[in-house]
């Protein structure tokens, strides 16, 4: 039995991984904003923007258990829209949740779990960090950095017995979609590119994966010896990015644009 820590486990991804975990009898804290109504799981209310509150939740975790074993950085959020058009308020606030979120909760975590005498932390990034997708620049960027976050704290805290993992999921039905926060304006000039584009995405993730084979890839991870520094869920996904690593960068990124930025729009 682990004592595992999972941000955003309110809904989605973190919900299907920590009552997947609850069920193979791990002892599993969700952190979230809301509640999380689930009798196995142990639900404190904290924002990852808030170190304060992460302070207190884990102290608290580790005041009760004495150890923690596992952490999973879920919790996240996403806003579509051109760059332009983008608010400064709007990336800032998605940068603070999705990537500064991961850096409080790994900073509060550490001292915990070297404690511990070691443990595994997951960062929740996604495929858009290796395959950047237009009119979700600040989303893309987001993970791109979690996943430049994760390399070097895996060699930073490797003396410690701590592992991380940076898993990319593709798409995957969750309430993601729903929540995905909308520019407010569209520039006329990109005429109807945008819009197509989101909805390409949003299609995409309503028809995605079930969240459950994510939580059924990290149990497996947390039951490993030695975990990998990169996991991608979705078989398609996995090609995806392996051919994104083969390929030149320019080409990439032009199918990537061919099949969301819909450069020949003549709407405008
Ligand atoms: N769905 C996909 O296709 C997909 C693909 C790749 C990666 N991901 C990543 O997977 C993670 C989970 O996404 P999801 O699809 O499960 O979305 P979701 O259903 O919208 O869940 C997001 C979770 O994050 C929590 N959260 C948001 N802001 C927070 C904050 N400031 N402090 C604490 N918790 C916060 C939410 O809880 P509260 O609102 O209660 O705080 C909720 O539990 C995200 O990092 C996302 O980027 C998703």
Redesign the pocket.
């Known amino acids: 039995m682990k004592v595992i820590v999972i941000?955003?486990?309110?809904?989605?991804?973190?919900?299907?991984i920590a009552q997947y975990l609850c069920s193979k009898g791990h002892k599993v804290y969700?952190?979230?904003?809301?509640?999380?109504h689930e009798k196995n799981i142990k639900s404190i209310?904290?924002?990852?923007?808030?170190v304060d509150q992460l302070i207190e939740a884990y102290q608290e975790i580790f005041d009760i258990e004495g150890h923690i074993d596992v952490l999973i950085?879920?919790?996240?959020?996403?806003i579509s829209g051109s760059i332009e058009d983008t608010s400064s308020e709007d990336a800032s606030y998605l940068m603070?949740?999705?990537f500064m979120?991961v850096f409080n909760s790994t900073k509060v975590m550490l001292p915990f779990m070297r404690e511990s005498g070691g443990g595994k932390i997951f960062n929740?990034?996604?495929?858009?960090a290796k395959l950047s997708i237009p009119f979700q620049a600040f989303?893309s960027s987001?993970?791109a950095a979690i996943n430049a976050f994760s390399e070097a704290l895996a060699n930073e805290v490797a003396p410690f017995n701590i592992q991380v993992c940076s898993?990319?999921?593709?798409?995957?039905?969750?309430?993601?979609?729903?929540?995905?926060k909308k520019n407010d304006i569209d520039n006329p000039v990109y005429g109807e590119r945008v819009e197509k584009s989101v909805s390409v995405m949003e299609k995409?993730?309503q028809n995605?994966?079930d969240?459950e084979i994510?939580a059924v890839i990290i149990n497996k991870m947390i039951k490993q010896r030695r975990i990998p520094l990169y996991k991608t869920?979705g078989f398609k996904y996995k090609v995806m990015v392996f051919l994104a690593k083969l390929l030149p960068a320019k080409l990439v990124n032009h199918i990537v644009g061919s099949i969301y930025a819909f450069k020949k729009d003549k709407s405008k």
């Open positions: 941000t955003g486990a309110s809904s989605g991804i973190g919900l299907s969700g952190i979230s904003r809301t509640k999380v209310q904290a924002d990852v923007t808030n950085n879920n919790a996240g959020m996403g603070n949740v999705n979120g929740m990034s996604s495929v858009a989303y987001s993970k898993i990319m999921p593709g798409d995957i039905k969750t309430g993601f979609t729903k929540n995905r995409d993730e995605g994966m969240p994510a869920i």
